[in-house]
């Protein structure tokens, strides 16, 4: 059982940078991936971002070079750093880590980015 909290969310102009940390209730350096998703309204829920134990990361193509992914094994933290803003980045932002097979997401946490 993991259980996931998400913390960061806000409202923010375009162009502004917002950060979002992801806690988790075990030891993430247990967790092979931990991945960031959005959901924006009226709209599928879509892949952010995932950083593997191994450090490696991935990103969707909307997102590159602007977004950055990390983790804190330390503090069990995945942290989500988000620069140049656009309002399409407006969504409900889920963290989300897969284990012996089961799926876990947090309750998620709202960006809104103005024009």
């Known amino acids: 059982q993991v259980q996931l909290v998400e913390s960061g969310g806000g409202s923010v102009q375009a162009g502004g940078s917002l950060s979002l940390s992801c806690d988790a209730s075990?030891?993430?350096?247990?967790?092979?991936?931990m991945d960031w998703y959005r959901q924006a309204p009226g709209k599928q829920r879509e892949f952010v971002a995932y950083?593997?134990?191994?450090?490696?990361?991935n990103y969707a193509n909307s997102v590159k070079g602007r977004f950055t992914i990390s983790r804190d094994n330390a503090k069990n933290t995945v942290y989500l750093q988000m620069n140049g803003l656009k309002p399409e980045d407006t969504a409900v932002y889920y963290c989300?880590?897969?284990?012996?097979?089961?799926?876990?997401w947090g309750p998620g946490t709202q960006v809104t980015v103005s024009s």
């Open positions: 075990r030891s993430t350096s247990s967790l092979n991936v």
């Open positions: 950083i593997r134990s191994t450090g490696s990361t």
């Open positions: 989300h880590t897969v284990n012996i097979r089961s799926h876990y």
